[in-house]
């Protein structure tokens, strides 16, 4: 059974930073995608960032250039390194997974069945 357990969420100043970590256990994929969503207060979930098993990323136009995405395949560990944070990046952030056969990267929300259960991050002004 596919598990995701994100961590280190928190509250932060604008301007802070934050690195939340995802330990995923339970799959047998050799090509796979994980990545990140978040749902702001009030908001529909939204895809954040993305990574494949080779590497390869998409990162949405709201936090590119501030949110890196990243891995440790040795960890089973997926990453999400958040700078510059600013008060519309308040969200509870989720981790998903999904086996990837290769072509487009899937980010929308009905593409993924396995997400953990979410780690809170507060930007206050």
């Known amino acids: 059974q596919v598990q995701l357990v994100e961590s280190g969420g928190g509250s932060v100043q604008a301007g802070g930073s934050l690195r939340l970590s995802c330990a995923a256990s339970?799959?047998?994929?050799?090509?796979?995608?994980m990545g990140w969503f978040r749902q702001p207060p009030g908001k529909e979930r939204e895809g954040v960032a993305f990574?494949?098993?080779?590497?390869?990323?998409e990162i949405a136009d709201s936090v590119k250039g501030r949110f890196t995405i990243g891995q440790d395949k040795a960890e089973n560990t997926l990453y999400l390194q958040m700078n510059s944070l600013k008060p519309e990046d308040t969200a509870m952030y989720y981790c998903?997974?999904?086996?990837?056969?290769?072509?487009?990267?899937?980010?929308?929300?009905?593409?993924?069945?396995?997400w953990g259960q979410g780690t809170q991050v507060t930007v206050s002004s």
């Open positions: 998903v997974a999904r086996p990837w056969s290769g072509g487009l990267l899937y980010t929308a929300t009905y593409w993924y069945n396995y």
């Open positions: 339970g799959y047998t994929w050799s090509s796979y995608i």
């Open positions: 990574i494949t098993s080779t590497g390869r990323t």
